[in-house]
Every structure is written in structure tokens, then in C-alpha cells.
């Protein structure tokens, strides 16, 4: 079963993106706050918290620390919202499966309607950029015909080009985490939810998000960094084609930015060299999930590209 800090309803406190909530909610204040906010950067490094404390901030004002920016999971608002029955509040994600045509029809007839206590209402589109296009154009009608009160939070985590009609009907937000900053929240989050590391995040640039994720599954799976190069690629690709689960995949892109990062620094002379390779097996790697290969062959095809430049 997933450790609850995996399901991003439960993040409890806002790390780095303080300024910008505050800003976003200077605008709520003045009656200011655009109806369709794109959040856009990558997986992992907050929008869905960041939308989760404005949301605590405009409907648990009482419950919501600002001080400490902190959420208050307790609360009667943050129960229901995490149990999707909170009235004002319609997450449709593309990792929860609910974005289908007939998904995005419904939310048209339900904003035809006024909530019951006269509040706002907030839709959340998460991972907008992997809805398919019939529901994209669904969702472009509804922002193109607003209805009062309502207010639309599109997360971007850039994993595909998005719709430049989508875009071009919200106002966009690019958040961003630095360096020092992703390694301070990685860290604490080891420090707060007693993580055991299965993986290194001070050589690479993977975000807090997708640390949690790749080191509950790696531990799960027993897949260890300090293992043969090629072990590793074809136990993720089995656990691909077994669980149909893209994160696998992820992972072994992972593994391989990591791994030839190294050999990299180790061997400066042959940079342009160790690069190419890995440019060649993460080619690979993303022509396996986008063309649905054989996987036997694509790790076949990494095997001999590793070993004949090896």
C-alpha cells in the first residue's frame, strides 16, 4: 500500500513557494484572481501543494497557519476535500484516471449549477498536458464560456507540449525550485517522514515529488543504485511490462541520467562520447512507452549499445 506522504492531498506543509502564494492570494483578496491559473513546471516540485494551500487559505481561513504555512489536516475542510466530497472543489486528474470525455462533459452540466453555500468554486486539472485532445477541446469550451465565480487551476508538469489554445485562455504561472532549495526539501522530507535513501538526489536534479516516489518504489522492488548499470534497466522494464506502470520507466530514465552523469565526471576526455550514448538509450528508453515495443528487444538494444561502447 502507497505511504500516505505519496498522495500529494497530503501535504501538510508549502516549502519555497510562499511569495508566489502570497501573491496569488493578494489577487483573491482584491477580487483580482484570473479564473484559469496555469501552473507549469516540472513534476514534482510543488503546484499541486501550492493549489492546496490557496485552497486551504480561501475555504479553512481559521484552520490554515499562515504564519508557519502550514495546513491543518484535521480540519473538516481538509478531510472532505481528501475524500473528493467537498462540494466546491473538483479534481480531475490524468494519474486518478477521470479525465475522459464524458468526465469533462459532466463538469459542464455540474458548473452550470450554483453550489449550495454561494461559495466559489475551484477546478483543479492536474497533469493537463497528458489529457487526450478530445478532452482538451472540451475543456477549451468550458474556459471559453466562463461561468461566475469559478475558477480553474491547470497543472503543467511540461511532460508534453500543452495546447497553445489551453495557454492562451489562462494566465500562466512558471514555478520553479533551485538547486540548494530542491536538496533542502528532499532532505527534510527524509528527516519528517523517517525515509530510509535507496537512491542519491545530491547528483542529479530530480525533485522532491518524484524522490518520494522513486525511493518508496526502489525500495519496494529492491532496486539498487550500487548494482550492475544493466540489472537495474531490465528489472525496471519487466516491472513495466508487469505492472503497466509508466513510472518504471521514469525511473530507468532516471537511473541512466544518473549513472552516465557520473561516468561523465570521472572521464572528462570521453564527455562528448558517454553523452552520446546516453542520449542514444534514453531515445530508446522513450521510443519503448511511445511506440509500445517488445521489451526484451529495447533492453537488448541498450544492452549492445552499453557494451559496445564500453
Do not use: W
Not at 528532499?186 to 516516489?213: A, C, H, M, R, W
Request: aromatic fraction near 12%.
Amino acid at each position: 500500500m502507497k505511504e500516505d506522504y505519496l498522495d500529494p492531498c497530503n501535504s501538510t506543509y508549502l516549502i519555497e513557494h510562499e511569495k508566489l502564494l502570497n501573491d496569488l492570494i493578494k489577487l483573491y483578496e482584491n477580487k483580482k484572481l484570473p479564473n484559469a491559473l496555469l501552473f507549469s513546471g516540472y513534476k514534482g516540485i510543488g503546484k499541486f501543494t501550492l493549489s492546496l494551500h490557496l485552497l486551504n487559505y480561501i475555504f479553512d481561513k481559521e484552520n490554515y497557519n499562515f504564519e508557519k504555512f502550514i495546513i491543518n489536516q484535521n480540519s473538516k475542510f481538509s478531510i472532505q476535500l481528501k475524500d473528493n466530497i467537498f462540494e466546491n472543489i473538483i479534481l480531475i486528474s490524468s494519474e486518478k484516471k477521470n479525465n475522459k470525455i464524458d468526465n469533462i462533459r459532466e463538469l459542464k452540466s455540474i458548473l452550470s449549477k450554483t453550489t449550495l453555500n454561494k461559495k466559489p468554486r475551484f477546478i483543479i486539472l492536474d497533469e493537463i498536458e497528458l489529457f487526450n485532445n478530445n478532452s482538451l477541446n472540451s475543456i477549451l469550451k468550458v474556459l471559453e464560456e466562463p461561468t461566475d465565480n469559478t475558477y480553474f487551476i491547470l497543472i503543467n508538469n511540461c511532460q508534453k507540449k500543452l495546447l497553445e489554445t489551453i495557454k492562451s485562455r489562462c494566465v500562466e504561472f512558471n514555478v520553479y525550485i533551485n538547486p540548494k532549495s530542491r536538496e533542502n526539501v528532499i532532505e527534510k522530507f527524509i528527516k519528517d517522514y523517517e525515509i530510509v535513501p535507496s537512491l542519491k538526489y545530491q547528483d542529479s536534479n530530480i525533485t522532491p515529488g518524484d524522490y518520494l516516489v522513486f525511493n518508496s518504489i526502489c525500495s519496494v522492488h529492491d532496486i539498487n543504485f550500487n548494482s550492475d548499470y544493466l540489472s537495474n534497466i531490465d528489472k525496471c522494464l519487466k516491472l513495466y511490462k508487469k505492472n503497466k506502470d509508466i513510472t518504471f520507466v521514469k525511473i530507468a530514465l532516471y537511473i541512466t541520467d544518473t549513472h552516465f552523469f557520473l561516468l561523465a565526471s570521472k572521464s572528462l576526455k570521453n564527455f562528448y562520447l558517454i553523452n552520446n550514448l546516453k542520449n542514444r538509450i534514453i531515445k530508446t528508453l522513450n521510443d519503448f512507452t511511445n511506440y509500445n515495443l517488445n521489451p526484451n528487444s529495447v533492453f537488448n538494444t541498450i544492452s549492445n549499445q552499453f557494451n559496445y561502447e564500453k
